[in-house]
């Protein structure tokens, strides 16, 4: 009988441990920001693709010049629609989802974001951070 309090105890022990572990797994999840903060875009080309390409009329391949302010951060969004490849000029580009997953691209590096991607675009750093947007759109 002596046992069942120890027993009590630890079992009390270990689900208090769990629960802290589990409170900071639950923290450590972003909350995906539903608006744009200090980021600008700078429309640099377009290019009508349905004259060049059968079957893209309505699209645009486009260029665009991002600035990310320190902590400016896109708005949670898709690539449904809108494929796209940013590649990093100047700082570091971090790209989160939901789900708490990160990937940070460096000055020099590009990635890729396609149909299934849903993510927002961030600047961790103390300075700007500045990266070219090729993409196909609907907008020129």
């Not at 208090?16 to 920001?33: I, N, R």
């Not at 744009?36 to 009508?48: F, N």
């Not at 391949?61 to 629609?81: F, I, K, M």
């Not at 940013?86 to 990635?111: F, H, I, K, M």
Request: charged share 20%; aromatic share 4%.
């Amino acid at each position: 009988m002596k046992q069942e309090p120890l027993m009590l105890a630890l079992t009390l022990f270990v689900g208090l441990a769990l629960g802290a572990l589990g409170h900071d797994a639950l923290s450590a999840q972003q909350v995906p920001p539903i608006e744009a903060k200090g980021i600008t875009a700078k429309a640099l080309a377009s290019l009508d693709l349905g004259p060049e390409i059968q079957g893209l009329q309505g699209r645009y391949l486009r260029a665009r010049l991002v600035t990310a302010e320190p902590g400016g951060h896109s708005a949670v969004h898709n690539h449904q629609d809108r494929p796209a490849i940013p590649y990093v000029l100047r700082g570091t580009l971090t790209q989160c989802t939901a789900d708490g997953n990160c990937r940070e691209l460096r000055e020099g590096q590009a990635g890729a974001a396609g149909k299934d991607t849903v993510h927002w675009d961030e600047n961790k750093a103390t300075t700007p951070l500045i990266y070219l947007v090729l993409d196909i759109s609907r907008e020129p």
